[in-house]
């Protein structure tokens, strides 16, 4: 039977690649002819196959024994990438070339890898649809008239659509898991200043990282080994009879979409059933600390760092003009808040920092302990991807509720704390992608890993 490279996830690709099975550029070829089949998803930003070609041999050639020797990845649009436009998918920066990549960028190069394409995104990563009135809405791969999430929801509709292996987005709220959840991928934030974050479009450095996006968590595990310089560190499965989970149902399961509350159920239970240890557990202290550090941090550094970018990568484009050429109401509106009376003060700064969020912390680190808990486990997102244009608001339920706080509501406190967490596809609700949730304590990314490569297992089974 002939190879089908749609079907590959990265490991695999790797493996065929340096075993002969496929050359790189047949495989690039490949690339390109997928990303011609679904041109309709809007999904890629900057693609130019001829180059994809190119930039697939030099790879191989630069780096015939690196860890991902061969294989292109698709990244985000706010990562520098000295070879491709970097934009933000924003008016003023639309043809913008960095001279520089990002430090990301250059660890994969480093290990043989290479960026094939630069992914769709929500304008300057504010929002969680990617519906983009600038460069167009992208489209959710198992329904094009429904969201792909966001603000990564290129990326996360390229790796599941067959486009690419696997690919980075970037999270500050949860804007790699909830893409990820809703096309139906397995998407990782690390642990906050795991993987370099210089030459990246900021929203705020206390919450912003790069994550990568992968059909499997073998693949995560790979990429995140490349991206952290932890290659000497792969985690072990674990046993599942040894896992324990923390089940916070206040606040993460209330108001779920009835389908998708059923999936993550039997789920869970099917976890139960295989030897997990479930318990419940009362995160309800944390919420008000988690109000008054999130978009406070957000407010406060945007308005600092977005202007600092600016200066050192684009200094022909003025933090004013950006403002200005911004095309999406919703993100037109997020600016005219963190510059007007909302702007956040520096006390308010303060106080989120240097008590908020270590109190966040010390509650879920004590949650932890008291419970002997492995991670906490939740759906990643509430409901299941909307129709593009539902902006602002969403039905749920019978109800309308806001579109952004809805799907961000369980993945906002684990930005805050910075620590990592890994959504991973649930069976399908009615043709639909479900995500479930694992987050654990900062610092432990690595066994957060082997657990969830143990999830995974047992959820095939």
């Known amino acids: 039977m002939p190879l089908d490279p749609s079907k590959l996830d990265a490991v695999g690709t790797i493996a065929a690649i340096k075993c002969g099975e496929i050359s790189p550029r047949a495989y690039a070829e490949a690339v390109a002819e997928r990303a011609a089949e679904h041109n309709g998803l809007n999904s890629l930003q900057y693609f130019d196959p ?9 790879s191989v050639e630069a780096n015939t024994g690196g860890a ?12 520098n990438t000295a070879s491709m436009p970097t934009t933000g998918c924003t008016s003023a920066l639309l043809g913008h070339r960095p001279e520089q990549d990002a430090g990301v960028v250059r660890k994969i190069f480093t290990q043989g890898g290479y960026i094939g394409a630069k ?4 304008e300057l990563a504010f929002g969680i ?3 983009n009135a600038v460069t167009g809405p992208i489209r959710n791969p198992a329904d094009p008239s429904l969201i792909a999430g966001g603000s990564s929801g290129g990326t996360a509709a390229s790796v599941a659509a067959g486009i690419f292996p696997a690919g980075l987005g970037t999270d500050t709220g949860g804007s790699n898991r909830i893409p990820a959840a809703l096309c139906g991928v397995v998407g990782f934030r690390p642990t906050t200043g795991r993987y370099d974050g210089d030459g990246i479009i900021p929203i705020s450095r206390t919450r912003d990282t790069v994550g990568p996006m992968a059909r499997s968590v073998r693949d995560i595990v790979l990429l995140d080994s490349v991206l952290s310089g932890e290659s000497d560190s792969r985690p072990e499965c674990v046993d599942i009879e040894s896992i324990a989970l923390g089940i916070p149902r206040k606040t993460f399961f209330d108001g779920l979409e009835r389908e998708l509350e059923d999936a993550i159920e039997t789920h869970l239970g099917k976890l139960a059933s295989a030897g997990a240890k479930l318990v419940e557990i ?8 988690n109000e008054a550090f999130g978009f406070p941090v957000v407010f406060y550094e945007t308005a600092r760092d977005l202007p600092a970018y600016l200066r050192e990568h684009a200094p022909d484009v003025s ?6 050429g911004i095309g999406s109401p919703d993100v037109a509106g997020v600016f005219a808040q963190l510059l007007g009376e909302e702007a956040t003060s520096e006390e308010s700064y303060r106080a989120a920092i240097e008590e908020h969020r270590p109190a966040m912390r010390r509650i879920f680190s004590r949650a932890f302990e008291e419970s002997g808990l492995d991670a906490i486990a939740f759906p990643t997102t509430p409901l299941t991807a909307r129709p593009v244009g539902d902006d602002q608001t969403v039905v749920l339920n019978g109800g309308e509720v806001s579109t952004f706080a809805t799907y961000i509501r369980n993945t906002d406190l684990g930005s805050n704390i910075g620590a990592p967490g890994i959504s991973l596809p649930c069976p399908d609700v009615q043709g639909m992608p479900v995500g479930i949730e694992f987050d654990a304590l900062p610092g432990e990314d690595r066994s957060l890993l082997g657990l969830a490569r143990t999830i995974e297992h047992a959820m095939a089974q």
């Open 319 to 324: 933090f004013e003009s950006l403002v200005a």
């Open 119 to 122: 992914a769709g995104m929500h």
């Open 50 to 58: 001829d180059q994809l070609v190119r930039d697939a041999s030099r």
């Open 129 to 131: 649809t990617s519906n």
């Open 282 to 289: 009362d995160l309800e202290a944390i919420w008000p600390h």
């Open 68 to 79: 991902l020797a061969g294989l292109p990845l698709v990244a985000k649009d706010n990562i």
